[in-house]
Structure formats: structure tokens, C-alpha cells
């Protein structure tokens, strides 16, 4: 009965799947990570912008922005916990219900956060309060990113599992998109200090209509064929993040690696610090807040493109060429990033901005099957999560906080770049420590060779 050629109308275990079932399942991912990160930039955003007013202002002006930038970062602490616990699950009962609960939880918190008093009005209980909410947001991220991306990849055809694997890439670039477009908008609707009081909180409290939609679509997706075969054969590992770290923890920390040297760039922008570069007064060029967040609107839609199409490239260059090529021009747009930007232009941080994305997008798009690619069908749920997770935290946890440390001890750029750029040959390094596996097969009747070697998906060399 089972197909594992790969041929198109078939998944990895040989179950036909309809090209309306396929549609689905990334319409599904797709809008379930775009509401998920929409949710988590606005945060990241609004810590760029009036977390140090509002809820930090004690700590004097310079120290509350680096304590509100350390509050996007110590989320990140927590995504391994959310990794560690939707691995487990993911494995054991399935990909679909941790997706909803993630879901969910990143909702909830989002929802909380524009509903949250101030210091001014409940005093040291308010920053209290907002850390918890973001851990509880930490949670919901490290575990939402490993159930998409199986339910896509492990649905696609082999020969286009770097193209399915790109749609819940895209929703982070979309969150991008709609979290800078909201408050951009609410910025001219409440300029001043009327953004101050209630503007920013407007985005987050329309995060419960996007939840409703996110959740009605995930509920509507088929389990994973792949972890339907691993329970119809009973070999749903009972341990499954005790035998991932025996038996593999050293592709975990190289994937990692991987991962760290897109997220540390990324996170210039999706973690604020770009935005409150260009936009801090006094500040090296002072642009208009609006303006800063319609042109990271627009790098938004650029690194959906390069994303899309690094999936769809790394179908025909293979995972491993496709990252070399997009380290490089994620080079190039870091040496790039400040000297465009400081000419003091909207247009200049336009250029800037697009010009990393490429290279970005192309270090993002092919990520979801590189890492299903690296590890056993019964233990992947915490294979991929748990790689993600702690590269999430040597990447881009600390980053905008780093740079803004950087940034007020020297008065300069440079050394940011430098970092930047060290963080990119990191990335690099951890690509060729890894083997290409494109299109190898992804079902469990392989289980036993991937199992027994503790250097599967390492590189020989």
C-alpha cells in the first residue's frame, strides 16, 4: 500500500493526500504562526518604544530602555521549557493539539499585556506582571515552531518539502508585517503622548480576534501522517527528550548554531532595536516613529519573499547551498545595515532594512526542512523545537539589548556590526558541520538507522 518515493499526491509514509488536504494544512501553518508572532513582535515593539516610560521609568531613562529590552529577551529563556514540554507531547499524543494549546497560550498573554496598569498605578507589581506575561509568551513560542513545521513538512511531497517547510516561516515576516503596520497606524490615529496612554495597547487587545481565527483553522487540520504511522505502529517513544540528548545532543547544539546566526540579525529588527535606533530622541537621526514602522512594514514583505523562495530554492540547490549562499548576502546586508541607515533617511533605512532581508530570508526559508531532515521520526517534535529554542536563546534573545549596551558605551555602530557579523560566521560554521540530507525519507520505518547513530546529520568532515 505505502509509496515512500516521494512522488507527487504522496507524503513521506506513503498516504495519498489531496492537493485541497495539502492547501489546508499550509493555510493552517501560515496563519497560526503569523498570529503567533504578530503577538510576539508587538511586544518586542512596544519595549522599543514606551515599556521604559511606562513601566520601567525609575530606573532612570538610559537603564529602563536596556531593563525593557532585557524583558524580550527573557522570554527567550523560557522557550526551551515550552520546547522541552511540546516535544515531549508532540511526540507522544500528536502535532495538532500542541499547536491549538500554543495557540492559545500566546493569546492569552498577548490579550493581558493591553490590559495591563502601569507603574504609575499599581507600582512594582506592573513590571512584575509584564515579565510573567512574556515568560508565559516564551513558553508559547518555543513550543509553537516545532508543530508547524512538522504538520508542513511532514505532509509535503519529498520534492517539495523546502517549499511546504517555508509556509510557517512566512507567517514570522507576516507578523512582522502586521505588527509594524498596527502600530504605525495606531501612531498617526494617537501621536504623542495619546500613543503614550492607550495607543500601543490597541494592537495587543486585537489579538483575540486573531486568535479566534487561528484557532478555528488549526482545529481543522489533519493529524501529521507521519506521527499517524509512529501510533499505528505503537512506536511512540515513551522518553523522547532523553533519547534525543543521548544520542544526539551534538546536532542539537550544531542546529542551534544554525539558527543562532539567523535570529541574533533577525531580531535587529523584529526585536525592536532598529526601530528605537532610528527613532530615539535624542538620538543619532530622529526619524518619525510612523514612518520608522511602515518602512519595517515593508522589509516585512521583503523577507517573505526571500523566505518563500529559499524554501522553493532549497528544493533544487539542497538545504546546505542554499544556506551557504544566503550567509553570505546576510554578510554583505550586515556590513551594510548602519552605514545606509545613519545617512539619516527614510529612504536609507528603507535600502538598509530590504538589502537583510535577503540574505535573511534565505537563511529562514529553508530552516523548517533542514531540521526535520536531521532527526528520527519518533523523537523530531523535540529534536526541531528544542534546536530552535536554544538557538533562539544564543541568537537573538540578548541581541537588542547587546546592541543598545554596545551602542552606549561606545557612541558608535561598529562594534554592533561586528557582532553581527561574527553571530553570521557562527551560522556559517554550523552549516558546513552538518550533512545535506535533502529528500531523504521521513517516516519511521527508517527509525532504527537514525536511532543508533549518534552523529546523524552531522557532517564527516
Known sequence: MSDHTGSPGFTPTGTIASPHDRRRVVFATVVGTTVEWYDFFIYAFAAATVFAALFFEPMGAEFAQIVSFFTVGVSFLFRPLGAFLAGHYGDKIGRRPMLVITLLLMGVATTLVGLLPT????????????IFLRVVQGISAGGEWGGAVLMAVEHAPKPKRGLFGASPQI??????????????????????????????????LLSIVLIGVGYWVRRRVSESPVFTEIAERKEESRMPI????????????????????????GYMT?????????????????????AVFWVVALSGVTWLISTWFGGWLSDKLGRRNTYILGWVLQLIGVFLLFPLTNIGTVGSLAAALIILTIGLGLTYGPQSALYSELFPASIRFSGVSISYAIGAILGGAFSPMIAQAIFQATGAT????????????????????????????LGPEHEAEQAKSPIYGLSKA
Open 171 to 204: 507567517g514570522v515576516p507576516i507578523g512582522l508585517l502586521l505588527a509594524s503596520m498596527m502600530l504605525a497606524l495606531m501612531a498617526q490615529i494617537a501621536p504623542g503622548e495619546a500613543f503614550l496612554a492607550w495607543g500601543w495597547r490597541v494592537p495587543f
Open 414 to 441: 561598529t562594534g554592533i556590526t561586528w557582532y553581527l557579523a561574527g553571530m553570521t560566521v557562527i551560522g556559517l560554521i554550523g552549516t558546513l558541520l552538518l550533512r545535506d540530507r535533502t529528500g531523504i525519507p
Open 270 to 290: 523584529t526585536g525592536g532595536y532598529m526601530q528605537r535606533y532610528a527613532t530615539a530622541t535624542p538620538g543619532p537621526i530622529e526619524l518619525d516613529t510612523s
Open 119 to 130: 507603574h504609575a498605578v499599581i507600582g512594582v507589581w506592573a513590571p512584575i506582571l509584564l
Open 242 to 265: 532523553v533519547q534525543l540528548l543521548r544520542h544526539h545532543l551534538p546536532l542539537v547544539i550544531v542546529a542551534a548554531l544554525v539558527f543562532a546566526g539567523n535570529n541574533a540579525v
